[in-house]
């Protein structure tokens, strides 16, 4: 090496110091030396620093906190060695009107190991081209060496201009840092930005960066408790620390960098000690994951994904511990910081307005009182007078609550500051009767109904596709339920007022499925609720408004609905375990005996329909009877009907859907019909020869031939009857007519069902051996979702198969050429001209799951019951959701020579349930013990082989793309 570096030091300044004098030495020695070695030089030189940070790091000597400011100390001598070489190279004096200015996060020596340098190369008013010259060269150089950077050129006046115009840079502004270069020009700037400050005002600042966060906010969640957050910018991250932060600075003017501030503010009075050590710990565990996230990634990586979380939680030292994993605790611990950080930022915002004189002597003569209550409404929020005490008085805080209920105000930060300091006061409200009383009003608070016209407008839209949506702008949350909600549970007051609760926050589920914690996704859910019964409904939901308006223990229904995962976490069944906890909850709540064995059942049972609607045969009469016996009242019926519905919906977005609307509304409908006595479920000969009849008539006046007709009537069994509505009946007899007219040996129809968000694909044909399979796994290269199949082998020994399909948005097929395509490949498939098994194989060898999906383990599951059904022997088959499971999984079941009388499909996540009803051959349930475990073995032992090749076509796919990255680099 030409020109070996120094020594390097763990202390940043002797580095610097040594690094200087050596490229001072190196440049006297070699005056011919070339950009490309400088260049060299210095990227060596970078080499060491990120060496060095990450390792002090990685050994924990270094915390995150310590890291950020170690890099960024090392990063400005770094610079400022470089700028001395370029300006001194080309204008031959220091002192030239030029500084070198950290902005934004660097400017806060906030560095991450990939963030960016935001920096300002501040000028004089009119710079010179040779000046401007050097600029480039200097910007390309820090390019060259791999650095990513922001940067501007501006004079002051620009700078002030631009700081007038745009809140954001004056932000960056707000963070700026001398570096190197004219200190005199940058002190210029200083004095004169502060003016700029100060006419702006602090209401105004304050007033900005709030709608700034809530807009944040929103593009990212608008919670703090996804499952897979964004460290930086989500709610409760670095952002809003950053922003507490600068409105500090902007209000109090104080020249200290971030570490070192808020004892500052300690010192000032506006926070308490251990306020100021929670945030100041709440600073440095975020810093240490963002620095975790970046080196795993190799790149500026800012969002927590499941790939990531057991790795990050790992490298922190969280392993399990109990019956709780190593990353569920580390989850919990981040959604506890980010609450943390969610508390500090109501009682930070509101010391620094009754910091300021303006609020002081402007505002409170604006302020109006509410008669005979003590609080008063102040900027249209509530907030309590000096006649009130939380901290002696608990029970005002649920009173707040009732009167912003009321009057549909919000609450006044300066009253979240003070619900926060008194939140360990709200033990004292337990057992107590108006607090209960209060607390049950406010969860089941809902906003002002929809109007008859907004409604009616809904039911009768367009029959257009595009003309169908009519936005529903939803209220805001400070008229209804979720938001009494959120107030009590991050000012830590429901925990203390509902212990149970507190178990509940930042609970994860380490899935795809869920979205949400188990506290945000139980708030969701009650949301919803209250939306429903006001009329915020979709076209699937007018059946459940309708419900929900003739319900009459609707106090129940929401505290089940907001309690029905508290269960959750502790290794055990959470509806059992659940609906237990709640009977001291609603004991202490003061409900009756009826509500709470309500609540306590809804809860043990509010998985009973979703189970039965998407995994079980809804035709099969004992499925009906069992449940009967289970919910026995009508009543009970429509609270676990809109429960269920509730908790689907509000897992997150993509779980609801039109096809499976459908499914729990047919399950309503068929249970109601038992349950109120309008049909026994028995009575199958009455209600067969019901359809018969309708379906004869509708064929008759459709003109079809009696002889038909007739012929049709005597092809199927029973099962066939009751599994099809008329429509689909008479679609059958046409099919079943052309084949016999045209002496056809297979026909295949595709009918799009918008309304239900399926294609039905019905085939008709011969009977033959694996007949099922190959169907599904032509469904399957089609890019086809099966959810709900049925076979019916009719009188005449021909097949009539039916598949309700989805595509990869969970919608319908309706495109042309996608549906003559799947006729194409099922034919093709029965007839043996494609090979399903290769083509199925070929396309999952070209599947790479990414990182974060391979990181949630689906272990291979197989469970049969031979109790759910009289006639069948259920077998439950759980696996990772891709293409070909359904195939590869009845090839299985064809290999052990049984036949498949059913199937029901469902996805959570990337989990999916596979349902299969069967029978052996001779038409029987299987009840040999020995037979049940060779069935249960094939079919693991397929699902087991399918993951190893996926597994191993994946690392394969890996290891080619990094030898192709490393041959490009």
């Excluded at 909600?485 to 000012?491: D, G, V, Y």
């Amino acid at each position: 090496m030409k020109h070996p570096l120094p020594e390097f030091s763990s202390d940043p300044q002797e580095s610097t110091f040594k690094f200087r004098n050596y490229l001072r030495d190196v440049v006297r020695s070699d005056p011919a030396l070339s950009r490309e070695e400088l260049l060299q030089i210095f990227r060596r030189y970078l080499g060491r620093i990120q060496t060095q940070v990450r390792t002090d790091f990685e050994v924990y000597r270094l915390s995150g906190l310590q890291a950020t400011k170690q890099l960024t100390a090392y990063i400005d001598g770094l610079l400022s060695v470089l700028f001395e070489q370029i300006y001194v190279k080309n204008l031959s004096d220091l002192n030239k009107p030029i500084a070198l200015i950290a902005t934004g996060g660097y400017g806060r020596k906030s560095l991450a190991p990939f963030s960016d340098l935001d920096l300002l190369f501040l000028t004089a008013e009119n710079p010179s081209s040779e000046l401007l010259d050097t600029i480039e060269q200097h910007l390309y150089f820090l390019w060259d060496l791999g650095l990513n950077i922001g940067h501007a050129t501006r004079s002051i006046s620009q700078c002030l201009i631009a700081a007038k115009e745009d809140i954001t840079i004056l932000t960056n502004l707000l963070d700026s840092r001398h570096i190197c270069g004219n200190k005199e020009l940058f002190n210029q700037f200083a004095d004169q930005f502060k003016q700029v400050c100060t006419e702006i005002g602090a209401d105004r600042f304050i007033l900005e960066k709030n709608k700034e966060r809530q807009s944040r906010h929103k593009k990212f969640g608008d919670t703090l408790y996804l499952v897979e957050p964004n460290i930086k910018e989500g709610r409760g991250g670095l952002r809003d620390l950053q922003t507490l932060y600068w409105e500090y600075h902007f209000v109090l003017g104080i020249d200290q960098n971030f570490g070192d501030l808020f004892p500052e503010i300690g010192k000032l009075g506006l926070l308490t000690q251990q306020e100021v050590l929670r945030i100041q710990r709440a600073y440095n565990f975020l810093w240490t994951v963002r620095f975790q996230l970046h080196y795993i990634a190799g790149r500026a990586e800012d969002r927590l994904t499941f790939d990531m979380q057991p790795i990050v939680g790992g490298k922190m030292g969280y392993t399990k511990h109990g019956q709780q994993v190593g990353v569920e605790r580390f989850m919990r611990h981040y959604f506890l910081t980010a609450r943390e950080v969610v508390k500090l930022t109501y009682i930070i915002e509101a010391a620094l307005i009754l910091y300021t004189e303006q609020f002081h002597h402007n505002k409170l003569s604006e302020n109006k009182p509410i008669a005979s209550t003590g609080f008063m409404i102040a900027d249209g929020k509530i907030l309590p007078t000096s006649e009130i005490s939380f901290e002696q008085n608990p029970i005002e805080m649920m009173r707040l609550l009732k009167l912003a209920q009321m009057h549909k105000k919000a609450i006044h930060p300066l009253t979240i500051h003070q619900l926060i300091h008194a939140e360990k006061k709200a033990i004292l409200l337990r057992n107590n009767k108006e607090a209960s009383e209060i607390f049950l009003d406010l969860l089941c608070d809902i906003p002002k109904p929809l109007s008859s016209k907004a409604r009616y407008q809904l039911l009768h839209r367009n029959a257009k596709q595009e003309e169908r949506q009519i936005v529903l702008v939803p209220p805001e949350e400070e008229h209804y339920n979720a938001y009494w909600l959120h107030i009590l549970s991050e000012t830590g007051i429901l925990g203390q007022f509902m212990p149970e609760w507190r178990r509940m926050i930042g609970q994860m589920q380490f899935d795809t499925y869920h979205i949400f914690t188990v506290d945000q996704h139980s708030i969701e859910a009650v949301k919803l609720l209250a939306l429903l019964e006001a009329g915020y409904y979709q076209d699937d939901l007018y059946f459940a408004y309708k419900l929900l308006q003739a319900t009459q223990s609707k106090r129940a229904l929401y505290l089940a609905t907001l309690l029905h995962d508290m269960g959750k976490g502790r290794n055990t069944d959470h509806s059992e375990l659940g609906s237990q906890m709640s009977i001291v909850i609603c004991s202490r709540l003061g409900m009756s005996a009826e509500e709470t064995d309500t609540v306590s059942w809804l809860i043990l049972h509010h998985l009973l329909l979703s189970h039965a609607a998407f995994q079980r045969d809804i035709d099969d009469p004992k499925t009906i009877l069992d449940l009967v016996d289970t919910i026995q009242s009508p009543e009970r019926l429509r609270l676990l009907f809109l429960l269920t519905i509730s908790d689907m919906r509000a897992v997150n977005q993509k779980v609801w859907n039109a096809w499976k609307a459908t499914l729990l509304n047919e399950l309503y409908t068929r249970l109601s019909e038992v349950l109120e006595g309008n049909l026994a479920i028995l009575e199958q000969d009455t209600r067969i020869h019901r359809i018969k009849e309708d379906i004869s008539k509708q064929l008759y006046t459709r003109h079809m031939p009696s002889k038909a007709i007739n012929h049709f009537l005597s092809l199927g069994y029973a099962s066939y009857w009751i599994s099809f509505d008329t429509e689909t009946h008479i679609r059958h007899a046409y099919l079943i007519e052309e084949a016999k007219k045209h002496h056809k040996d297979l026909i295949i129809k595709t009918h799009p069902l918008p309304d239900r968000g399926v294609t039905e694909v019905t085939v008709y044909t011969q009977d033959e051996a694996g007949l099922f399979s190959k169907i599904s796994g032509a469904l399957a290269i089609a890019g086809a979702s099966i959810v709900d199949a049925r076979i019916h082998t009719l009188t005449d020994s021909t097949i009539l198969d039916t598949f309700w399909i989805q595509d990869a948005s969970d919608d319908v097929f309706n495109e042309p050429h996608r549906l003559q395509r799947i006729q194409e490949l099922i034919t093709s498939a029965l007839s043996g001209s494609i090979d399903i098994e290769k083509r199925i194989q070929d396309y999952n060898s070209h599947l790479l799951y990414g990182r974060r999906m391979r990181a949630i383990h689906v272990p291979p599951r197989v469970v049969i019951d031979n109790q759910a059904s009289n006639s069948f022997t259920i077998i439950e088959v759980n696996g990772r959701d891709r293409i070909g499971l359904l195939y590869d999984v009845t090839k299985a079941i064809k290999g052990q020579k049984l036949q498949i009388n059913s199937a029901h499909v469902t996805t959570y996540g990337i989990r999916a349930v596979d349902v299969f009803y069967i029978k052996d051959a001779f038409g029987l349930k299987i009840k040999d013990k020995k037979r049940l475990n060779m069935i249960r073995q094939a079919i693991l032992d397929v699902l087991h082989n399918v993951e190893e090749n996926i597994s191993i076509n994946n690392q394969e796919s890996l290891n080619l793309t990094q030898t192709q990255q490393l041959n490009l680099h």
